[in-house]
């Protein structure tokens, strides 16, 4: 079935109260958001927030002078069910803004425990409710104003037709006996950290390099980070990173030559920013090559022979009873991570779930499927 619901765009606070006498009444809301992450500005912004109602869709404008404090009371209220499509980034977003979601069902989560063979959103659509979708929009840079009919109706079509989904995936989920993992999962979506930023170097530079490469790598990725704020531009299209694991590396040369290849060109204009990276640069010992940076501390592991033995005892014939109940996709959700607590000795299943203490549990004694 086509839906052409109404769509309104909120972008003042009369609008949004407007739109909120009538959201405050429903028991059940489809959501959406379209944000930026360090793509086209700085942060992790939020650019358009869509809701459903069943017979409107709401498309509220954070990027205006409007107070989103009332749309928190909301996402917040226990009795209304907020409907949504992957939704642990949108839920880190909301977090970030001062928004505590309650009561969320993730129809990717559904999904993916009915085995269904769709990957996106729009191969779900279609699949279920027979709607190809244009999603020619996806790319769209959302936090251009005003936006296009078709942006509007891209928008609009990420929300429209969740509940019918939701509906069709819940009942499917509870011919297979999993709603207890469905709600579990949905659960555990609410208590999403909320997105935060922080420069941070990758595993492999401490485990590549000395413990002074690796202090003054941080202190030019903080100084990369504070431009990039300023300028309110992706940290990436001030310098990349491998252009300062460069300058570190060939150190002298890099002082001599004060060669700014592959920095933003305001950088190559601007004598303050390059005295700023080469003092930094200037005081990398480079001939300190230790590397006195704590490591994790040493822990027993199972040899080779042994883990190959674990997996085909326990993590094999457990695997194979998930995917004859549930299918590859449910079995492979349901199942991950278990195999490598299998396979490794005394580890921490503080974080696991209920459900998945349950199957590792039984995993690791050789039982029978649970449930």
Same mark, same amino acid.
């Given at each position: #079935?086509?839906?052409?619901?109404?769509?309104?765009?909120?972008?003042?606070?009369?609008?949004?109260?407007?739109?909120?006498?009538?959201?405050?009444?429903?028991?059940?809301?489809?959501?959406?958001?379209?944000?930026?992450?360090?793509?086209? @500005?700085?942060?992790?912004?939020?650019?358009?927030?869509?809701?459903?109602?069943?017979?409107?869709?709401?498309? =509220?404008?954070?990027?205006?002078?409007?107070?989103?404090?009332?749309?928190?009371? =909301?996402?917040?209220?226990?009795?209304?069910?907020? =409907?949504?499509?992957?939704? @642990?980034?949108?839920?880190?977003?909301?977090?970030?803004?001062?928004? +505590?979601?309650q +009561?969320?069902?993730?129809v990717?989560?559904?999904?993916?425990?009915s085995?269904?063979p769709?990957?996106?959103?729009?191969?779900?659509?279609?699949?279920?409710?027979?709607?190809?979708?244009?999603?020619?929009?996806?790319?769209?840079?959302?936090?251009?104003?005003?936006?296009?009919e078709?942006?509007?109706?891209?928008a609009?079509?990420?929300?429209?037709? /969740?509940?019918?989904?939701? +509906?069709?995936?819940?009942?499917?989920?509870?011919?297979?006996?999993?709603?207890?993992?469905?709600?579990?999962?949905?659960?555990a979506?609410?208590?999403i @950290?909320?997105?935060?930023?922080?420069?941070?170097?990758?595993?492999?530079?401490?485990? #590549?390099?000395?413990?002074?490469?690796?202090?003054s790598? /941080?202190?030019?990725? +903080?100084?990369?980070?504070?431009?990039?704020?300023?300028?309110?531009?992706?940290? &990436?299209?001030?310098?990349?990173?491998?252009?300062?694991?460069?300058?570190?590396?060939?150190?002298?040369?890099?002082?001599?030559?004060?060669?700014?290849?592959?920095?933003?060109?305001? =950088?190559?204009?601007?004598?303050?920013?390059?005295?700023?990276?080469?003092?930094?640069?200037?005081?990398?010992?480079?001939?300190?090559?230790? !590397?006195?940076?704590? !490591?994790?501390?040493?822990?027993?592991?199972?040899?080779?022979?042994?883990?190959?033995?674990?997996?085909?005892?326990?993590?094999?014939?457990?695997?194979? #009873?998930?995917?004859?109940?549930?299918?590859? &996709?449910?079995?492979?959700?349901?199942l991950?991570?278990?195999?490598?607590?299998?396979?490794?000795?005394?580890?921490d &299943?503080?974080?696991?779930?209920?459900?998945?203490?349950?199957?590792?549990t039984? #995993?690791?004694?050789?039982?029978?499927?649970?449930?």
């Open positions: #079935m086509h839906l052409s619901p109404t769509i309104s765009w909120i972008d003042t606070d009369l609008l949004l109260r407007e739109a909120l006498s009538k959201l405050e009444h429903a028991s059940t809301l489809t959501f959406d958001t379209e944000y930026d992450s360090f793509k086209r @500005s700085y942060g992790f912004k939020a650019l358009l927030i869509q809701i459903f109602d069943g017979e409107s869709v709401y498309i =509220i404008d954070p990027t205006s002078p409007i107070d989103l404090q009332p749309l928190w009371g =909301i996402f917040e209220n226990n009795d209304i069910q907020k =409907i949504l499509y992957s939704g @642990s980034e949108d839920i880190a977003l909301l977090k970030a803004m001062g928004c +505590n979601i +009561n969320v069902f993730d990717q989560i559904a999904a993916t425990l085995n269904h769709a990957r996106n959103l729009g191969g779900l659509i279609e699949a279920e409710t027979r709607q190809a979708l244009d999603k020619s929009q996806q790319q769209s840079d959302w936090s251009k104003r005003p936006l296009s078709e942006q509007l109706s891209y609009a079509n990420d929300v429209i037709y /969740l509940p019918e989904i939701a +509906n069709q995936l819940t009942a499917q989920v509870a011919s297979k006996g999993l709603l207890h993992v469905l709600q579990a999962e949905n659960e979506l609410e208590g @950290s909320p997105r935060t930023h922080q420069p941070k170097l990758k595993p492999y530079h401490f485990r #590549m390099h000395s413990d002074a490469f690796c202090v790598l /941080l202190d030019l990725l +903080n100084w990369r980070d504070g431009v990039a704020r300023e300028w309110n531009i992706p940290p &990436v299209h001030v310098v990349d990173v491998p252009v300062l694991e460069q300058a570190l590396l060939l150190r002298d040369r890099f002082l001599i030559q004060a060669d700014f290849k592959g920095f933003n060109p305001k =950088i190559k204009r601007s004598q303050e920013l390059q005295a700023q990276v080469l003092s930094i640069v200037s005081d990398f010992d480079l001939n300190n090559l230790e !590397r006195l940076r704590e !490591r994790k501390p040493k822990r027993d592991f199972y040899t080779k022979e042994e883990v190959e033995q674990r997996t085909t005892a326990l993590c094999v014939p457990f695997k194979q #009873m998930a995917v004859e109940r549930y299918g590859e &996709v449910t079995a492979d959700f349901l991950r991570g278990l195999k490598k607590l299998v396979t490794t000795p005394d580890p &299943v503080s974080e696991l779930k209920p459900y998945q203490l349950e199957l590792y039984c #995993m690791l004694e050789g039982k029978q499927w649970p449930w």
